[in-house]
Each structure stands twice: as C-alpha cells, then as structure tokens.
C-alpha cells in the first residue's frame, strides 16, 4: 500500500453497487437502504477521525471532508462516490495520512484485516495481531500459516470501526441484501464486500482457552447456589486485565472452601480464562476455576 500519489487531494472515486433480492430482482426497500448506507458513510468517517487523532466529524469540518454522489445507475443499486478532502485545511504532519486517497485505502485494509480477523476466530485457527512498533506495522498471523502485514493505522481504524461492520452487517439481513461491493480503480487496494457470508461474522466471539495457569487473587463474593462470584486479580502485570472478574467453579467441587476463601486477603487458583472478542482487542470475560491451589488452604 502506498498513499502517496502525485496529486495527494484529487478527489478518490469510490464505485459501489448494493443488490437485494433473489438475483437481484426486488427493488430495494428505502429505509434499509438509507441506513446501509448512512452506516457506509460511517465507515468511511472512522478512518478520516482515526488518522486525524478527532473523535467525530463536526459542522465545521463537512467542508474540509465530505462524500458525494457523483452519479447513480438504474437497476439494483449502483453508484459512483468522491471522497473528498480539501487541502487548504490540512496541517503537517497527517497531510500524507488525510488525504482522499490514503483515507479510503485505510478504509479497506481495515476491513480486510478485520474480517480476516473474526473468520479466524470463527474457523478456530487461533488468529493473532502483534504491534510491530519499529515500523509502524501490525502483522496478523494464524496457525494456517498466514503472516500478512498492514499499516498500523489500519488496525487503529479496524479495532473502532467493529461496531458499524455490525452494524452493516445487521442492515444487510433487514434489508435482505444479496451483496455489498464498494472499490475504487486501484486493483492493489482491497474492495469493502458484505454478503449473506459475512452477514454474522463480526459478532462477539468467546474463546475458552485450553491451557489452565495460576492466578494470585483474593475471592470478593461467592454464591454457593449458583457456584459463580467475583474476584480481584493481584500483583498483575497484564495491562489488558482489569481489576475484577466474574468467576464460576467447574467440575465436582465442594463449595466450603470458596466461602472459606472469602475471610482470606490472598489466594492462588488454577483455571482457564474465557476471552470475549468484541472488537480485535482480546478481554477476560469470565474465571472458570478448576480448584484452589494449596498451600492457600492450610
């Protein structure tokens, strides 16, 4: 991928087509297709507040950047966009970053990395994306072999942009489009497809991993009803950790001991983490605990 171009500011022109319908046959409903593609131009705006460090578009910025329709095709539908970003607005040093070019590049290897991301997640070929931070570089790998790397600013994009592929995701069942395709001239940049195949792939996703470790903690709360509680990590050197955490005992346990563990400042307990994926940010969601750990019960 490579941003710069001769003219940086010429506007970048966008090519999509949205089909509905068995083959393409029924008209588009109005409403789903304005939310599409509202949610489209969303997308498109998470990229340009990423790069320029903003948190959304304000009033004074929609002549500095903007989408417009250039023109549209009868039939399914079938439109051509520019993206626009005025250069007589623009500051050093993210001119190069907020060009139309670079932007909508952005645009699409996020959504590439992204749904590379959740299909491995849903294949269980444990996907991973380590932050090369000499070269400004993510690299995503799995245990297919697949090692493939992008900007960073494509992964800060992917990891916000979550919630709208969702949301276009959910936009295409109710308006029960066949198939999303948006791409530009470039055959080297990556078109933004959605189909009835990644109607529900960027859904959370649980993993329980396989191997249990050892943690340092103390138990806050314990139901012996429901065997499930809450507690609080200590000495934790894991930034992505919070404080505390839902937990629930698993196998033929006697609950005695968690009650016990209550009166205690610090205990250890072997378990396994359930992860949640709600974006590509991996999150302790729940503790499932195999058992206390002696000495912490003498």
């Known amino acids: 991928m490579n941003p710069d171009v001769d003219n940086p500011l010429l506007p970048q022109k966008i090519s999509f087509s949205l089909k509905g319908g068995l ?21 498109i705006d998470k990229s340009y507040c990423t790069v320029n460090n903003i948190d959304r578009i304000r009033p004074n910025r929609n002549n500095v950047y903007k989408v417009v329709v250039k023109d ?6 079938t439109s051509d966009l520019m993206l626009i970003v005025e250069g007589a607005r623009l500051s050093l040093p993210l001119l190069g970053l907020s060009t139309p070019e670079s932007i909508w590049t952005y645009t699409c290897y996020a959504c590439e990395l992204a749904s590379r991301f959740f299909s491995g997640l849903k294949a269980d070929s444990k996907p991973q994306i380590q932050i090369n931070g000499n070269n400004n570089t993510v690299i995503y790998t799995d245990n297919t072999g697949a090692n493939i790397e992008y900007p960073r600013e494509t992964y800060d994009i992917a990891n916000k942009s979550v919630p709208i592929y969702r949301k276009l ?3 295409m069942i109710n308006g029960s489009f066949s198939e999303f ?11 933004i497809i959605f189909n009835n195949e990644s109607a529900h792939l960027f859904k959370e996703h649980t993993v329980i991993e ?4 050892t943690i340092h903690c103390n138990i806050i709360r314990f139901d ?6 809450k507690l609080r990590i200590l000495n934790n050197n894991c930034e992505n950790l919070n404080s505390e955490y839902p937990f629930q005992i698993i196998g033929n346990q006697d609950s005695s001991p968690y009650i016990a563990a209550m009166d205690r400042d610090e205990v250890f307990v072997k378990c396994i983490r359930e992860i949640s994926y709600t974006s590509l940010n991996p ?8 058992s206390l750990v002696a ?3 003498d």
Do not use: C, M, W
């Open 72 to 77: 549209f095709t009868v039939g399914s539908l």
């Open 224 to 229: 012996k009803e429901s065997l499930t509680g």
């Open 210 to 213: 396989e191997i249990p470790q």
């Open 181 to 191: 395709n948006a791409h530009s001239e470039s055959k080297d940049i990556p078109p």
């Open 295 to 297: 000495p912490t019960l």
């Open 169 to 171: 995701s959910q936009a």
């Open 283 to 290: 999150k302790i969601s729940r503790f499932q605990i195999i």
């Open 23 to 43: 083959n393409s046959e029924y008209p588009l409903d109005l409403r789903a297709t304005a939310s599409f593609l509202l949610y489209f131009q969303h997308l």
